[in-house]
């Protein structure tokens, strides 16, 4: 994409209770600006390659006004504050606006770019806004404690590591663990995001996680089995690659900075319909450890498979697999409380994507996809028949893949 395009946006709903005023509001967007760099970045242009510029001081990008319209009118509104392109030369590359419902409830309407930002950035976000804002409350005047790892530190951490000689061991893994590959289609479709949302009731979601267990497995690893299945059923193809998100933040330090640290890891599996999924299970876990074991930046894995480009579409798979893990709070005390409800840009990056949120036991599973790519009938029926390989696989782990298609048909 473009990197000045509004589809590189991440946007998000802040629901927030309690006696905000402007001015309380302002100080306390201050204080997250002054603690995080990312949010005093833009970006210039370099002999070789853009750079980033990180400023010293910054002021808070932020409007405060009453709105007592209707929800749908407050839709709107946010939706063009996250269609509205950022200038990255310029620079802040957030915004922010605040509604007033009523005395005590508040909407924030918040855009960011990707460039600076990952899903795990806006939890952060919440959290350093509501020590700032309960902060300036209590009539504290200083600073926010400033970030174990800035990220500034946190690149020049990353840069040190992948030296050419480690590029060079983990491209060679990738290079023959994707040989082969192929795209499951030739289009990704075009035209506005469709989200289709089903879920997985908690009994299903306890059984699949005792499934786990008893496999030595993890949730992920049992979720993406099964998705391998019900995708390799929908499409008629045994070769399955799908791309993941992962946060990058196994280090304590970084995990309250904001930024872009996340990635992105393929995972190939190649589905046998004459193995036991308890068994195809094992493999496609020890397969996931592997991957994430060999993660590297995205962009070297993409140059050491000499993969070509393609404008607007990912170079190395059509889908996008992920169980969101990041940190997406609900904070609160007496009086006053923040949620955050991540909002879609309005077009899918991939032909189709599946997104899982737990809640609980139970699970949401988020379908994201171009209605020109495949019409929302069929993108039930793939829902459908996801849950009916969850459903099947924990009532007959050690049944054949074949067997199991044949109870889902």
């Known amino acids: 994409m473009p990197p000045a395009d509004s589809l590189n946006n991440i946007c998000a709903i802040i ?9 309380g509001c302002e100080a306390a967007v201050q204080k997250v600006v002054d603690r995080q760099e990312a949010l005093r970045i833009s ?15 910054g002021a ?15 839709e709107e509104i946010a939706a063009e504050i996250f269609a509205r392109p950022f200038v990255l030369l310029q620079g802040p590359l957030y915004r922010a606006e605040v509604f007033r419902r009523s005395d ?22 919440v959290q ?23 990220y500034t530190d946190w690149g ?40 289709e949302v089903s879920h997985i009731p908690a009994e299903l979601g306890r059984a699949v996680k005792d499934l786990a267990r008893r496999n030595g497995a993890t949730l992920f690893s049992t979720l993406l089995t099964a998705f391998q299945i019900a995708l390799s059923e929908w499409t008629n193809t045994d070769d399955i690659l799908v791309g993941t998100p992962v946060a990058n933040r196994t280090k304590q330090a970084v995990r309250e900075t904001m930024g872009y640290c996340s990635g992105v890891v393929p995972l190939r599996g190649i589905v046998d319909k004459e193995r036991a999924f308890a068994s195809s299970l094992r493999s496609v876990h020890q397969a996931t450890v592997e991957s994430f074991a060999n993660a590297m930046p995205f962009v070297e894995i993409v140059k050491a498979v000499d993969a070509p480009p393609e404008p607007g579409c990912n170079p190395l798979f059509d889908v996008r697999f992920a169980l969101q893990n990041h940190p997406v709070p609900d ?21 189709l994507a599946c997104e899982i949120n737990e809640t609980g036991d139970a699970m949401e599973v988020a379908w994201l996809f ?31 893949t074949s067997s199991l298609s044949n109870i889902l048909r």
């Open 15 to 23: 629901h927030l209770r309690g006696p905000l005023t402007p001015k």
């Open 43 to 57: 970006f210039l242009p370099g002999k070789d390659q853009p750079m980033q510029m990180v400023r010293k001081t």
């Open 60 to 74: 808070p990008v932020l409007q405060f006004r009453d709105f007592s319209s209707t929800p749908e009118a407050l």
């Open 104 to 125: 005590n409830e508040h909407i924030l309407v918040l855009a960011i770019h990707h460039a600076i930002a990952d899903g795990w950035t806006l939890g952060v976000f």
């Open 128 to 150: 350093d806004l509501f020590a700032a804002y309960l902060l300036g409350h209590r009539g504290g005047t200083g600073a926010l404690p400033p970030v174990p790892l800035s």
């Open 156 to 195: 020049a951490a990353e840069r040190a590591f992948w030296s050419p000689a480690e590029l060079e061991q983990r491209g060679a893994f990738w290079k023959s663990h994707l040989a082969g590959t192929r795209r499951l289609w030739d289009t990704q479709g075009t035209g506005r995001l469709q989200r």
């Open 331 to 351: 904070v609160s005390v007496a009086g006053l409380s923040l949620q955050l409800r991540m909002r879609s840009t309005g077009t899918a990056r991939f032909a």
């Open 370 to 400: 171009r209605e020109s790519f495949a019409p929302l009938g069929e993108i039930q029926d793939l829902g459908r028949l996801y849950l009916s390989t969850l459903a099947a696989a924990c009532g007959s782990p050690t049944g054949t």
